[in-house]
Antibody
Framework: QVQLQQSGPGLVKPSQTLSLTCAIS??????????WYWIRQSPSRGLEWLAR?????????NYAESVESRVSINPDTSKNQFSLQLNSVTPEDTAVYYC????????????WGQGTLVTVSS | DIVMTQSPLSLPVTPGEPASISCRSS???????????LHWYLQKPGQSPQLLIY???NRASGVPDRFSGSGSGTDFTLKISRVEAEDVGIYYC??????????FGQGTRLENK
């Protein structure tokens, strides 16, 4: 049973950086049959993917166009976790952020973190 | 980008009665391997979404058999044969044909009548 445990602050000031971490248990961040995503959910934008990383002999990373210029996803094999950084946040980045596991063999998300409500406000 | 459209957006149901949710995609989700890259999730109040149906019609582990998925190409349906009180929440369809681009429907709120 894969479990994803998110951590990070729930309040970020405008123009600062949002940083979240997702600790993985029951699987490896380096697994060659899965990918790891960050997704956010807000009333205005619904469920929106932000970033993806996966390992296939080397690390790959992809970013949504809407945040590409200010987002970064980073795996940490030593701690078996991955992280999200979103720079220059505005109130429109207020959302519940989820880390998820995407199983390639069935091409779907089969595990979700518990979600972190991040509010951007001064 | 593929656009996912669900209907209805709100679905009041009497427990014990059936329910049906539609999901339409702007492009076919049928892969050359024969599978439809369409999945269904339920987000119960205060929880993260949970997988119900994957690849169009396959129930995820532990999902009751009152849930079923059908459809192909651009038109898909999630059916609940007899709604139970624990089934309330928001149902989402999701397409994964164009990963990393994952797109969700707007969600259908199922509530007790």
């Amino acid at each position: 049973q894969v479990q994803l445990q998110q951590s990070g602050p729930g309040l970020v000031k405008p123009s600062q950086t949002l940083s979240l971490t997702c600790a993985i248990s029951g699987d490896s961040v380096s697994s060659n049959t899965v990918a790891w995503y960050w997704i956010r959910q807000s009333p205005s934008r619904g469920l929106e993917w932000l970033a993806r990383t996966y390992y296939r002999s080397k690390w790959y990373k992809n970013y949504a166009e809407s945040v590409e210029s200010r987002v970064s996803i980073n795996p940490d094999t030593s701690k078996n976790q991955f992280s999200l950084q979103l720079n220059s946040v505005t109130p429109e980045d207020t959302a519940v952020y989820y880390c998820v596991r995407f199983e390639q063999t069935v091409s779907t998300i089969d595990s979700w973190g518990q979600g972190t409500l991040v509010t951007v406000s001064s | 980008d593929i656009v996912m459209t669900q209907s209805p957006l709100s679905l009041p149901v009497t427990p014990g009665e059936p329910a049906s949710i539609s999901c339409r995609s702007s492009q076919s989700l049928l892969h050359s391997n024969g599978y439809n890259y369409l999945h269904w999730y339920l987000q119960k109040p205060g929880q993260s979404p949970q997988l119900l149906i994957y690849l169009g019609s396959n129930r995820a582990s532990g999902v009751p058999d009152r849930f079923s998925g059908s459809g192909s190409g651009t038109d898909f349906t999630l059916k609940i044969s007899r709604v139970e009180a624990e089934d309330v929440g928001i149902y989402y369809c999701m397409q994964t044909l164009q990963t990393p681009l994952i797109m969700f429907g707007q969600g259908t709120r199922l509530e007790n009548k």
